[in-house]
């Protein structure tokens, strides 16, 4: 294959593939003109800025590449209160936000009925959209946070490889993952998913397969971000051993290309999914490089209102600290700062 109508109807495995593989320049600025165009034709000049707040650092699980995995002792362990939460969320209501994401490691704290209590009154007190992004349930538990009011939930699947999955996720299952995230599309939710791009042992051919996966399971919201080695953590070391990022039959490359050739695949297959410029992209540059993937596809900035003194404990990959405190950004600023998009 020397070239791939960047403009046909549907592509193939074959096609994402080769599109992720390529270096051909005039190509690769073809697909990104064509997935801004698909961008604003499908979802409009709009840029979605959604409230997150990390609401707890604890997590029951391991997986080898996060930095809040249970095994981590040198972690600093924060949790925030329901009450608290609650308060989080009136004023990030008031301070005109449309969307709020409740997001935590998966932490047995927060029983089902602590958080349909805690869905329930913000729902009741604001008029916000409310996300959550707090890992595996049973389903019956998705369905009490359905009717209490929820209206999104966020599982990212990390890869549709189960054998990666497996190496990654040592105490977890990868057909429980995706049974979860059929539970969730079944119960109505708006459901996202979303994976790291440069994991060991990643393949073109694997992330060629998630991009079908978000097709395949109709996803409502991707997050794509890069895998950033923590000092803290088992993959951390297969990384440095491998002296960067690589993957078999893909050898070293460029990181943060590949994730934007990620988005605009993405936004080109999926056409009405939203796409966020996820916080790790900042980890990359020290540009923000976020209006670079708005230009490629994205069309939703996260703004983290947790408050600095736990936010840089939230450390899923040993950047994100840094990132916390000098991240002093405000809702005002990034309207400001994407005033040529309608922002919502």
Avoid: W
């Amino acid at each position: 294959m020397s070239k791939v109508n960047i403009k046909k109807e549907e592509y193939t495995k074959q096609d994402i593939v080769f599109l992720l593989k390529t270096d051909d320049q005039d190509i690769i600025n073809e697909l990104y003109e064509y997935a801004d165009k698909v961008k604003t034709e499908y979802m409009g000049n709009v840029v979605h800025i959604r409230a997150i707040l990390e609401f707890s650092n604890n997590c029951c699980h391991n997986c080898l590449y996060c930095g809040i995995r249970k095994a981590n002792y040198k972690i600093k362990r924060y949790k925030i209160e329901p009450d608290e939460i609650i308060k989080y969320a009136i004023k990030a209501d008031s301070l005109g936000f449309k969307t709020l994401i409740l997001q935590s490691g998966e932490d047995p704290y927060y029983t089902a009925e602590m958080i349909e209590n805690i869905i329930r009154v913000i729902k009741n007190n604001t008029d916000l959209k409310l996300t959550l992004s707090i890992g595996e349930r049973p389903e019956s538990e998705y369905r009490k946070f359905k009717e209490a009011g929820a209206d999104r939930f966020l599982l990212k699947h990390e890869t549709s490889d189960p054998v990666l999955y497996r190496q990654l996720h040592p105490d977890m299952k990868y057909s429980s993952r995706i049974k979860c995230l059929r539970d969730l599309k079944h119960l109505g939710f708006e459901t996202g998913s979303g994976i790291m791009v440069g994991l060991p042992g990643q393949t073109f051919e694997s992330i060629a397969n998630d991009i079908l996966f978000f097709e395949m399971m109709n996803i409502d919201m991707i997050g794509i971000g890069p895998y950033i080695p923590h000092s803290d953590t088992p993959l951390e070391r297969r990384f440095n051993e491998a002296g960067g990022y690589f993957a078999p039959a893909v050898g070293n490359f460029d990181v943060e290309e590949l994730i934007y050739k990620v988005i605009a695949i993405s936004r080109i297959v999926t056409r009405h999914t939203h796409i966020p410029a996820t916080t790790g992209f900042n980890t990359l540059s020290d540009r923000d490089i976020r209006e670079k993937a708005l230009k490629r596809g994205a069309n939703v900035i996260m703004l983290n209102i947790t408050d600095n003194e736990l936010r840089e404990f939230y450390e899923i990959y040993p950047a994100k600290k840094e990132l916390a405190l000098k991240n002093t950004e405000k809702i005002e600023d990034l309207i400001k700062q994407y005033s040529d998009y309608q922002i919502v």
